[in-house]
């Protein structure tokens, strides 16, 4: 298992950018695919963005496409995903995740998961 910890969360006026982080520890030598889903209040938890291993793939939800980007430092363990024009409907608890399957978007593939953090955009 690895563990999940993410940060950079707060309150960004609309049309910024913010950029969130999240740090795993623990079993991090494996080749685990890393993905960013969010919740907003009264709403399923949605996918947003997944890398694969190296870096070299990536996919991501239509309604952030061109404006987020998901990057990883593996050396640094880290995963980030960069909020940019960042929009109210972008308000979520923003998660990170961890899966051993090659680059899915599938929300059951993943395994591990951090404790979230609070993105809010005003608008």
């Known amino acids: 298992q690895v563990q999940l910890v993410e940060s950079g969360g707060g309150l960004v006026q609309a049309g910024g950018s913010l950029r969130v982080s999240c740090a795993a520890s623990g079993r991090t030598r494996s080749s685990y695919t890393m993905g960013w889903f969010r919740q907003a209040p009264g709403k399923e938890r949605e996918f947003v963005a997944a890398?694969?291993?190296?870096?070299?793939?990536?996919y991501y939800a239509d309604s952030v496409k061109g404006r987020f980007t998901i990057s990883r430092d593996n050396a640094k363990t880290t995963v980030y995903l960069q909020m940019n024009s960042l929009k109210p409907e972008d308000t979520a608890v923003y998660y990170c995740?961890?899966?051993?399957?090659?680059?899915?978007?599938?929300?059951?593939?993943?395994?591990?998961w951090g404790q979230g953090t609070q993105v809010t955009v005003s608008s």
């Open positions: 890398i694969s291993w190296r870096g070299g793939s990536t």
């Open positions: 995740a961890a899966t051993l399957r090659v680059l899915t978007t599938n929300i059951e593939d993943f395994g591990s």
